[in-house]
């Protein structure tokens, strides 16, 4: 049965870690400038940022979109996992699943927090360009965005690995490591399967939108070159 891409694809979703890594469940804080424009949503890859906020308080990260990367190959700071955000409505900082663009009520940076572990593993939907096939695995890919950026209700992420960028270069940000389909329980990553033989989403190997398994390739903690937004 033909696969469904998701609305929202959910991003990068924690995985566990690589096989014999040490264990380890922490997220990293980092900062987002106040003035900083661009959306970021939980599951979303971000970037180094080169342009620190007001409060000067240490490692800024920046969306994608923020700095046009319109090309699926650059260097990921980590995963955005979520940040402490002013809201007026509530008159206090709350936890946020994303970073909505604009700070109001306060000209304070924001405090985030991102997996950037090197073996961290996560799942991930393919884009509907083409499906990810079992000679992929092992090949680096980068990443492209299903329709939108991501959900302002749920905070999450629609970001998808591209499909047709798989390729044995050392640009990508991700490297593929397994399909979804060799480890899915009932129930999947975007909802139960319902019935006898029910159908799990992103198990079909074969059609385009399947889920794999991937880690980081082209990061800040594993790449011996700086390089800035």
């Keep these: 049965m ?9 991003g990068f979703q924690s995985f566990g870690n690589a096989e014999g890594s040490s264990p380890t469940q922490g997220l990293t804080p980092v900062w987002i400038a106040s003035t900083d424009p661009g959306l970021i949503f939980r599951g979303d890859p971000v970037m180094t940022s080169t342009s620190p906020g007001s409060n000067l308080s240490g490692a800024y990260i920046t969306s994608l979109n923020n700095n046009a990367i319109t090309t699926p190959g650059f260097l990921c700071r980590g995963i955005f996992q979520g940040c402490y955000q002013f809201q007026p409505a509530a008159g206090r900082v709350v936890w946020s699943n994303f970073y909505n663009g604009a700070v109001t009520g306060s000209t304070g940076d924001v405090k985030a927090y991102v997996i950037d572990f090197p073996d961290a593993q996560f799942i991930v939907q393919a884009s509907t360009k083409a499906a990810i096939l079992s000679s ?38 991700f490297r593929i490591v397994d399909f979804y389909s060799a480890y899915a329980p009932p129930g999947g990553l975007q909802g139960p399967a319902v019935g006898t033989g029910a159908f799990i989403n992103g198990t ?26």
């Design 136 to 173: 992929q695995i092992g090949l680096n890919v980068g990443i492209t965005y299903n329709t939108t950026t991501g959900n302002t209700t749920t905070g999450l992420s629609n970001v998808t690995v591209e499909s047709t960028s798989a390729i044995g270069g050392s640009s990508m940000p």
């Design 2 to 10: 033909a696969n469904i891409i998701g609305n929202p694809t959910l």
């Design 204 to 229: 079909d190997n074969t059609t385009p939108a399947n889920i794999v398994v991937v880690r980081f390739n082209n990061c800040d903690r594993l790449s011996l070159t700086a390089k800035s937004c």
